[in-house]
């Protein structure tokens, strides 16, 4: 299932898409009696998802109003937001050991919740930034409380995946030994378009993460090279902070490709990014001058 947070009457409702001939339409789950309010309270509940999946089993998609008509708003609101920074191997040469040069634990820091914004909403270009750059990521949505979880059973706490961009300021990033106010400026985290729940994804790491920039492929990996595994990053999470139902982890971008690294630029207004991985959808994000009119736009997340 696909769940979607959208905006109407300028409240966020939790929905459901249906399929539909043309696409896909957005049932509204924030009336149904029984339903939680919120996708992140809706994942945290068996009945209540079970109850979602019955119900858009049995709607008409004919009554529904179009996916492409509705304003996306960001799938979940985490309480936290964690983030890697190296997470998938670079190229390595032919019969050398893939993971020598793996670091021993895992590079984590966080994003306030001032980053998050929707899948369309523009991203102003901060006028003390100097450098900003894209990082296209898979994000993993947390589904149930996850406290210091075994490693076997730490898939189970995790309630489905949506995409995001890791927007980084590098000059900023580099003032300081920790990187947080490179990675926090207001509108720095795009996420959707939807969630994806888990059981529509066979193999977390059996996927391809690409990345466009103005329409030119720059990032194209399989989360199979990945250091560290999705159950151990948890796992490792749960050990310091206990996981709440939409808290995200985002799993780290993959090393752009060597002519994107060579032609490297600033992002400058105008330019758009889009995340894509099959099965997940694609996420497409513009940035702006700040002074320019910053209106939210239509869906622009592709075909579910």
């Known amino acids: 299932m696909r769940l979607v947070t959208y905006v109407a009457a300028g409240h966020e409702r939790p929905g459901v898409l249906v399929p539909d001939r043309d696409g896909a339409r957005v049932l509204d789950l924030g009336t149904t009696p029984g339903l939680p309010g919120t996708v992140d ?74 980053t998050l914004i929707g899948p369309g909403e523009p991203v102003p270009l901060p006028a003390a930034a100097e450098h900003v750059d894209y990082e296209g990521e898979i994000a993993v949505v947390i589904g149930r409380r996850a406290h210091d979880v075994p490693l076997d059973s730490a898939m189970d706490h995790v309630a489905g995946y949506t995409l995001f961009n890791d927007v980084s300021s590098r000059d900023w990033q580099t003032r300081s030994s920790q990187w947080q106010l490179g990675k926090c400026f207001d509108g720095f985290g795009p996420l959707g378009p939807w969630l994806v729940t888990a059981d529509e994804v066979p193999d977390f790491h059996d996927l391809l993460v690409q990345v ?71 996420l497409t994000t513009t940035f702006v001058d700040p002074s320019a009119d910053a209106r939210i736009a239509p869906h622009q997340g592709g075909r579910p």
């Open 41 to 114: 309270a809706i994942v945290a509940d068996d009945a209540a998802l079970a109850a979602m999946r019955d119900l858009a089993a049995s709607t008409s998609p004919a009554c529904l109003p179009a996916l492409g008509q509705v304003r996306l708003a960001p799938p979940v609101r985490p309480g936290a937001i964690w983030c890697l920074g190296y997470n998938y191997r670079g190229h390595v040469p032919d019969g050398a050991d893939p993971t020598a040069g793996d670091p021993p634990y895992p590079d984590i820091f966080v994003k306030t919740p001032n």
């Open 212 to 282: 466009e920039r103005d329409g030119v492929l720059t990032v194209s990996q399989g989360t199979s090279s990945m250091v560290f595994a999705l159950p151990f990053l948890v796992h490792y999470l749960s050990q310091v902070v206990t996981l709440q139902p939409g808290d995200v982890i985002s799993t780290g971008t993959p090393q752009k490709l060597p002519d994107a690294l060579a032609a490297h630029r600033p992002l400058a207004p105008g330019d758009t990014v889009t995340v894509r991985v099959a099965g997940l959808g694609s």
